[in-house]
């Protein structure tokens, strides 16, 4: 299937910092990418959908200044978590898709805030 | 949100065809029906994706009834390796875009 790198694969930051995580489609061009959060033990949490040289789409009470996210290219969305807090601590996960053919799910990003 | 339910576990021994049941009472005429799996701290993995009827490729089938309300994962003769988190999603047309439910929690046994 098609590849879906998501960058760094985990990070420790210091609480109040910012951090960037990016998602790339290394073998086909995304129509759309979505970005969601899973806490331990429970399934996945859609947090917002992208689309290449627009804004992003916000689901209910997902905060998008705190969660910026930025789709440059149809190849390339970047999740920025600002000031981030330990209850910002979670695994996020991208996905790329294009409309013929399955979503594809990049590996995961676990972010720890100290 | 999520518009499908399914088991939230099950038990298998390896070796054994494995056949998890979704509903998705709800689906819409554009809606398709894509599995997932997913292993503990990794991101899902595309399994199988169809629209009617019965889809089958290396890993498993899929059998979607005429009135599309439900489908069956079919996993033939599985093995440890196959513990893991099994997920039904129907899609808005095909844009992929989903909310996941609980997923079905396969644990196969030696």
């Known amino acids: 299937g098609a590849v879906v790198s998501q960058h760094p694969s985990w990070v420790i930051c210091k609480s109040g910092t910012s951090v960037k995580i990016e998602c790339r489609s290394l073998?086909?061009?995304?129509?759309?990418m979505f970005w969601y959060r899973q806490f331990p033990k429970q399934s996945l949490m859609l947090m917002a959908t992208?689309?290449?040289?627009?804004?992003?789409?916000?689901e209910q009470g997902v905060e998008k200044d705190k969660f910026l996210i930025n789709h440059a290219s149809l190849t390339l969305s970047t999740l920025t978590v600002t000031s981030a807090h330990p209850e910002d601590s979670s695994f996020y996960i991208c996905?790329?898709?294009?409309?013929?053919?399955?979503?594809?799910f990049g590996q995961g990003t676990r972010l720890t805030v100290v | 949100l999520a518009k499908t339910t399914q088991p939230i576990s099950m038990d298998s021994y390896e070796g054994q065809e494995v056949n998890i049941t979704c509903s998705h009472n709800?689906?819409?005429?554009?809606?398709?029906i894509t599995w997932y799996q997913q292993f503990p701290s990794q991101g899902p993995r595309f399994i199988i994706q169809?629209?009617?009827t019965k889809v089958t490729n290396e890993v498993a089938s899929l059998f979607i009834p005429a009135d599309r309300k439900s489908s069956t994962l079919s996993l033939p003769r599985v093995s440890l390796s196959d513990t893991a988190v099994y997920y039904c999603?129907?899609?808005?047309?095909?844009?992929?875009?989903?909310?996941f439910g609980s997923g079905t929690k396969l644990n196969v046994k030696p």
């Open positions: 996905s790329a898709s294009t409309r013929t053919a399955p979503a594809f």
């Open positions: 992208s689309n290449e040289g627009s804004k992003a789409t916000y």
């Open positions: 169809g629209y009617k």
């Open positions: 999603l129907v899609g808005e047309g095909n844009f992929n875009k989903f909310y």
């Open positions: 073998d086909f061009q995304a129509t759309t």
């Open positions: 709800n689906i819409a005429t554009n809606d398709y």
